[in-house]
């Protein structure tokens, strides 16, 4: 198919995030050193996490997902950018581009159901603990692991078509590291306002259920808290559920800023300054929240490594 002289299919070029900076190199070496912390970092959390007889419950469980959906996440975008910089072609075929879109799509709505589905986990450990391994069980688990996973590919499946039919024209110059869809709407030939709105409303529900549940749980929570009589018990609740918290705000302030604000509060800049966040940051920081605020996955670590160093000397000998 050609539009004017473009064709539909051809190349986009990536103009990527340092672009006009001298300090390409050092910017290269710390996001690669970021994405090695990071796959390291959530690979640990699953490996501990199935490894450790402790941790086979369900928040761990969930969490475990997590951490597999943050390892698949930032492959999707940071391999690229860094081959780009390492090797100064940035072409990304149609192809790729279409493939990197509904990854993206598909993995960060998972991460948004599934974050908003611990939340519920969280209540009935905290509000209903008698209750907890039958409404917990672990049908119920893979239940919710699955609803996560298919609710981020309907986002994918539903969009991603609709954005990829769109005629591109101009330079086919993506002001991005990668192929975000703000900025690749932008090289669009054709209007593409109607399709904005209907994004902004689909994103909208896509934030606004999972935040829904996520007042909801923490309301209950809040008040189940304050009725503790132990102290131990308030301190240990306010702790795990802190750590989610802390998360949810990480990732749905960067989605709320890209996807929900106006046009008039973006610029090149700035868009490209929060996807590094929620691309790159985000990923690490998940672990690191979940592991260093928690005792039972320090522990876990912990003994991890003591079996490591006893099977060590014991083979030395």
Same mark, same amino acid.
């Given at each position: 198919m050609e539009w004017g002289n473009y064709s539909m299919y051809a190349d986009f070029v990536l103009?990527?995030?340092?672009s006009s900076t001298r300090f390409l190199w050092l910017f290269f070496t710390l996001i690669l050193l970021l994405f090695v912390v990071s796959i390291a970092s959530n690979a640990v959390m699953i490996l501990l996490i199935h490894v450790d007889a402790g941790l086979h419950t369900p928040m761990y469980f969930l969490l475990s997902q997590l951490s597999l959906m943050d390892i698949l996440y930032i492959s999707t975008i940071v391999p690229k950018m860094l081959a780009d910089q390492a090797t100064g072609q940035r072409t990304i075929s149609f192809a790729g581009c279409?493939?990197?879109?509904f990854l993206y799509f598909t993995l960060a709505g998972a991460e948004s159901f599934l974050l908003g589905l611990m939340s519920y986990d969280r209540y009935v450990a905290i509000c209903h603990p008698l209750r907890y391994p039958v409404l917990m069980s672990r049908k119920i688990c893979l239940l919710i692991v699955a609803a996560a996973w298919l609710g981020g590919s309907a986002d994918g499946f539903l969009l991603t078509p609709v954005i990829m039919q769109f005629p591109f024209c101009a330079s086919r110059e993506i002001n991005?590291?990668?192929?975000?869809?703000?900025?690749?709407?932008?090289?669009?030939? %054709?209007?593409?306002? *109607?399709?904005?709105?209907?994004?902004y409303i689909c994103c909208i529900l896509m934030l606004l259920i999972p935040f829904s549940v996520i007042s909801a749980s923490y309301t209950r929570i809040l008040i189940a808290v304050c009725k503790m009589s132990e102290a131990g018990g308030r301190q240990k609740a306010m702790a795990t559920c802190s750590s989610h918290m802390v998360v949810v705000s990480l990732i749905y302030g960067a989605a709320m800023y890209t996807y929900v604000l106006p046009p008039s509060y973006h610029t090149p800049a700035k868009d490209k300054v929060v996807s590094v966040f929620y691309t790159i940051?985000? @990923?690490?920081? *998940? @672990?690191?929240?979940?592991?260093?605020? *928690?005792?039972?996955? %320090?522990?876990?670590l912990k003994k991890a490594v003591r079996r490591l160093l006893f099977s060590e000397k014991v083979t030395a000998f």
């Open positions: 103009l990527g995030v340092f279409t493939a990197q879109n991005h590291f990668f192929c975000e869809v703000p900025a690749l709407l932008k090289l669009s030939c %054709t209007d593409t306002s *109607n399709f904005q709105t209907a994004m940051l985000t @990923p690490i920081l *998940n @672990p690191l929240i979940y592991s260093l605020r *928690n005792k039972d996955v %320090t522990g876990a």
